[in-house]
């Protein structure tokens, strides 16, 4: 772990001191190791520590494994949850420069790719990160020049990421943001003379792809089917309206008058009693809340109904393995995390540290699947973050200036075209996977066009912006070779080092002798050349971006 | 998204020697172009679901009424209206939104036709059906990712996994064989549009085909890189995952180069394009399609996207800007096809999630699902509104429910009418347009 250059501008989030005069970015020590380890604890390999953490964090960078080695997983994932949150917005906060605009999108990720890079609440943040892409705000349109409330979106996720599942769906419904982004700021009662109706933007796809899903689900995520094998639908075009009219009312917080609102993107959005429908709503399982109510007794009660829903437990579970595990869990890993969704053991349901636990803990995470199909493809940008951490990438200036990641990546936080996120959780390309029933969301966001521009934007971040370059302007974000260049004479050590920093030293025979001519064919007065062609030879290959 | 080309990145256009062309990928059919023209099909997706009833809307005044009375605060104003004159009459009149002058000229020149009332369908629906519950429909109606399936799949109430390009391609496998790059080509990414069971898209960048800097000719190594990454992605992967992203590679290595000298030779168009990411993408099918004899390509089908449709808010401010780059394109493109000499092989034509509710939320509208879309090219027989325009009245016959049109014209009738002319069997049309058969014309007689 790094200590942030920002670090005193930041307070909660930084470590110690440190500064721009470091040559070398200071380590904090190493946590000493715990006097009681958890009875029961697992010796941790190199190769299953790397895998965890390329699962559960930004990628391990030096030391982390030895880390995770003393405090064990559950140790780790307990710190993490105890850590505190890295805030976005103090980010923002502590800059100079506007926040609408070039600046304040560039800055916001500038946050983004920061704290992946130097904090310590990296299961937070990787979390924050899954639920972005749940939950799906974008600066893509009318949030453009919103950097502010962005940053203030994620801090939520964040903030929410190991709470209870009511408590978030809360916090995203009336957060302005998603107001602005999917039009339930400003949605007014009926007005039937005018065929005004409530607008059902938020009520259908926050039910869709937020909460439940379009079909009754089983425990294990499996569809639900009726006597005559058909799907079953959740919702019908009467419970949209129901959810629609119970959305009306609501504007920024800290307004004084409904049509003049403050525009504070920072604070709940607030109601108006005036605005809100009152007459009785259908909501989800046949259930009625009656007319004459307020708008925060109708949100309360419509969101409890939602929470109530059995779907959200498989629903939510499965997108979560997702984005940390596997693409295809089978239907009892999705069971049992579901099971911990609905009782986490002390009778609460919906708490997501728990269930982040168990989706990292579980047998199915911890032992990778026989049969070729298990894992996931590691999302093309999380690619190049962990190439970062390996190799405690950092800019002369102190800042992590890369404004348009989705140019290269296809994706970017908080930038998605759509509400339905760069990719589908049920994206299968046409054959084999498709043919055998599976899905490979990241595939989405991977052809002929983007295979090339990934692979282009990584090899520039290896050969090119690494420590040992000379002419690179002050805020290329480089890698830090220095350490490597010693091992370039034997390029068998060289290969094998390279590999425990990104993979726990795990690569297939083939991609190392395909390697290792490579980096053979390199004079051995170019240590650089070789250092970066052993980099460039795992982190572009296939294996590099499978975690299976 | 736009590419920059970095210093790493070399252009085609520098090498590349004649041997290439035969790492391509072929279908393993042997056999000659049994086409010998040209044809050539472009899908421009409207995502979010176009609210086409305030792009086509009647004018003469008992039909303007009915609408201006349903659409309230959101009707366009009927003087505003951009008269066009079909040759065929239901007895009303129409007009285009103002910001569509493009199409209002596209129109009226006889190059654009307008498909009224289109959606997807299992078989004709009555206003009785769809409320009794009896009618058999296409399942998740008003949810936008089921929608586009739809109209990019045709999969009605069954389970599908491949769209209607994609059944094209593999359908004209044979008779393409011959060709140097595939039939589908996106200029919007993945899409379940092109998706076959054999045959597979390909994806371009507006920029051109993307490269590998590392393995260019200007990076110390790169051939030799490039032949190590040869042999990697060639490796038996055990895991699916890592085989369906080593395909890509593969694809994506062995046409970048080709394209993209190709793209080199392709003429300077005197046409402009919008600056609009729409315009762009039209624009390299442009280029594309102007060198296409260096790929023997005889039949092509590209798909481009816009995005912005969902015009649950602020619908007036931005539906201007959203029809004008639409007309704006589709005109600009239209051009480039006179231009190239291949208007009367082209026909561009859009799709979109759904029509949006007559009714209102205060200041947008919400999600519908028949709609009006546009056909141009010199192909479409034109200056005509084909199938039936609805009632635009809240609570009248066309309507379901809240201002949502029961679509008259399926997307099925409407794709296999296309596929019809782009060459496929009239025996193998159901395979394209599996609900076809359900609806008493098969062609709606437009191209």
Redesign the interface.
Known sequence: MFVSLFALALGACGGGGGGESSPATPQIPAPPPSPDPPSGEIDISLAEGARFLRQASFGPAEGDVVSLQTTGYEGWIDNQINAPASSQLQHLAALPLPENGAEGRRNRLEAFFKYALENDDQLRQRMAFALSEIMVVSD???LANRAGGLASYYDMLSEHAFGNFRDLIGAVTLHPAMG?Y??ML???KP?AA????????YA?ESL?LFTIG?VELNLDGTPRLDSAGQ?I?TYD?TI??GFAHVYTGWTFGGSVRFNRPSRDYLVPMQAFSSFHDTSEKKLLNGVVIPAGQTPEQDLTDALDNIFAHQNVAPFISRRLIQRFIS?NPSPSYVERVATVFNDNGFGVRGDLGAVIKAILLDVEARTPVAG??????VEPLLRLVSLWRAFDASAPNGRYIYPQP??DF?QAPLRS??V?NFF?PD????????D?G?V?PE???????????V??YL??SI??RNSNATTLGNQAIRIDIAPYLALSGDPEVLLQRMAEKLTGGVI?S??EA??L??IN??PQDQPA?RVT?AI??IV????Y??I? | ????R????ISGRTMLGAGLASLLPRQLVAADNSFSDYKCLVNIFL??GNDSFNLVVPTSNAEYNVYA?????LAVEQLDLLAINPDNSDGATYGFHPSAGALQSLFEAGDAAVIANVGPLVAPVTKEQYLSGAASLP??L?????QQAQWQSLKGDASL??GWA?RIADQLAAETADQLLALNT?TF??NLFQ???VS?P????TTG??????FGAE???GA??RA??E???D?E?????????????K??LA??DLVNQALAQAPDLATVFPASFLGAQLNIIARLIAVRDRFEMCRQIFFVGA??F?T???QNELQPGLLSDVADSIQAFQLAMVELGVNDDVVSFTHSDFGRT???????T??GWGGHQIVTGGPVNGRQIYGQMPILE?GGDDDA???RIIPTTSVDQYAGTLAEWFGVDTSALDIIAPSLSNFTTSNLGFV
């Open positions: 893509q349109g009318a602005v999917l039009s400003g949605n007014e007005d005018r065929n005004i109706r409530p607008d059902e933007n259908r869709q379009t799907l639908p075009q949209i309206e693409a070729g199909i298990g894992g996931k493809l989705n140019n296809g075209p759509s339905f589908s994206y299968a390309p046409a054959g084999e996977l498709s055998q599976l490979s595939m989405q966001i991977t052809n002929e066009t983007t295979t090339a521009s692979n282009d090899a520039l050969y090119i297939s083939e991609l395909e390697a001519a490579m064919t390199i050349f062609e460039h030879q572009s290959s296939v294996e971006a499978l299976e | 998204m736009i590419n920059r970095r210093f790493l990145n995502y979010g009375a349903s659409r309230q605060n399942p998740q008003f949810s936008h990712n089921d996994a491949t994609g996106s990414g993945t998706a076959g069971a597979i390909y994806s371009v960048s085909a993307n490269t590998y800097g590392a990076a110390a190594l030799e890189r190590a990454f042999s990697h992605i490796s992967f055990g895991n699916v995952h890592a085989r369906a992203l080593a395909a890509v590679h694809r994506s046409s970048a995005g912005g969902d649950h808010d602020d007559l009714t209102s939320n205060g200041d947008g919400d999600h809240i429910t809240g201002g």
